[in-house]
């Protein structure tokens, strides 16, 4: 985990006015001392932005503070910002229920596998995806090509990511079961490596690296789409964050922003690929398929959004891969809509 400390002049910036803001190519802050004033969605108390630390979580695969600087609403953030980079959101969401970091985003199966082992976290905020995200690729020499032809084979994979989530639901649609192959739990940079080797005979694999290797290494994609995995990513932050009030103020501002930046992202592909491959080390012609595949869209956390969190509850429960049948809504909170469509 690599941690960036950042500090954002502080700028009256109410999250009324946030949200009636236009996205930027640029912004402008205030250096004076100044304090931003703005209401708690937990408590009715003013807070003092000006003396919160906000502890982000941040991922290669979902680039929140390289999206927040190309749409120009980083410096925006009328708090102290610390980011933390993190390889996936399983061990972001470790860290969390540590306390070392407040909110973060990660795909659709990491809070379920929290919430399993107990950990304090909860889902604050969420966006819809095409549900062509996570793929599974095959080296482009390799005779597979259909998912039936990888019983007994090894798939690299990441345990309780969304490539986890999307991974059973491939076996099941061919009629294979997680004990029919060798499941290979490697982060990342660690299945990139044993992928390109030949370790594996497969990975199942979110952007952009899914981009990357059709690219670099001429992989093919044997399963992708919307009948597989979820269409669901979120955001998540720790209960402890969510309760305090100077924190969860902060959170408001957070989502309200990132929500604006994901949009403008989805208006402006090409610019924010070729952000996003800067901040990832990819050239644009992986990102610009990257950016366009991954484009999400910001909505309210609804029923429908807690029923699609619990399914994945009861089908990894139902293949042995948690350790309990939790109640998925007790790690779901709908305070923070507000924020979404500012």
């Known amino acids: 985990m690599l941690k960036r400390p950042r500090f954002y002049a502080v700028t009256v910036l109410a999250v009324a006015g946030l949200a009636a803001a236009g996205c930027s190519s640029s912004s402008s802050s205030s250096t004076g001392s100044t304090a931003a004033s703005t209401t708690s969605p937990s408590a009715s108390s003013s807070v003092n932005l000006s003396s919160v630390t906000l502890n982000i979580g941040d991922q290669k695969g979902t680039g929140a503070e390289a999206v927040l600087t190309a749409a120009g609403l980083l410096s925006t953030l009328p708090f102290h910002v610390t980011?933390?980079?993190?390889?996936?959101?399983?061990?972001?969401?470790e860290a969390m229920a540590s306390r070392a970091v407040d909110i973060g985003g990660v795909g659709d199966a990491?809070?379920?596998?929290?919430?399993s082992g107990g950990e304090q976290v909860e889902?604050?905020?969420?966006?819809?995806?095409?549900?062509?995200?996570?793929?599974?690729?095959?080296?482009?020499?390799?005779?597979i090509t259909s998912i039936s032809q990888l019983k007994g084979q090894k798939i690299a994979y990441g345990s309780g990511s969304s490539a986890n989530y999307n991974l059973l639901t491939v076996l099941t649609k061919a009629g294979l079961t997680t004990k029919d192959v060798t499941l290979v739990n490697l982060q990342p940079a660690e299945a990139l490596a044993a992928f390109t080797s030949g370790d594996v005979a497969a990975w199942d694999i979110w952007p952009p690296y899914v981009q990357q290797v059709v690219a670099q290494d001429g992989a093919r994609v044997v399963a992708t789409g919307s009948a597989y995995g979820s269409p669901y990513s979120?955001?998540?932050?720790?209960?402890?964050?969510?309760?305090?009030?100077?924190?969860a103020a902060a959170i408001k501002i957070y989502?309200?922003?990132l929500d604006k930046a994901y949009t403008w992202a989805a208006a402006h592909p090409s610019a924010w690929a070729a952000a996003w491959g800067k901040a990832a080390g990819l050239p644009g012609s992986i990102m610009d398929v990257a950016a366009k595949t991954d484009a999400t869209t910001p909505i309210a956390i609804t029923s429908?959004?807690?029923?699609?969190?619990?399914?994945?509850?009861?089908?990894?429960?139902?293949a042995g891969l948690i350790p309990n049948k939790v109640n998925?809504?007790?790690?779901?909170?709908?305070?923070?809509?507000?924020?979404?469509?500012?």
């Not at 980011?83 to 969401?93: A, K, Q, V």
């Open 304 to 318: 429908t959004t807690v029923s699609s969190e619990q399914n994945l509850v009861n089908q990894f429960f139902a």
């Open 328 to 342: 998925i809504s007790s790690y779901i909170t709908s305070e923070f809509n507000s924020t979404v469509g500012g």
């Open 83 to 93: 980011w933390s980079d993190f390889t996936s959101g399983p061990p972001m969401l």
């Open 255 to 257: 989502l309200a922003t």
């Open 123 to 143: 889902i604050v905020g969420a966006r819809e995806t095409n549900g062509d995200q996570d793929a599974v690729v095959v080296p482009k020499n390799s005779p």
């Open 234 to 247: 979120f955001e998540v932050a720790s209960k402890a964050a969510v309760a305090n009030p100077d924190k």
């Open 110 to 115: 990491p809070p379920v596998f929290a919430a």
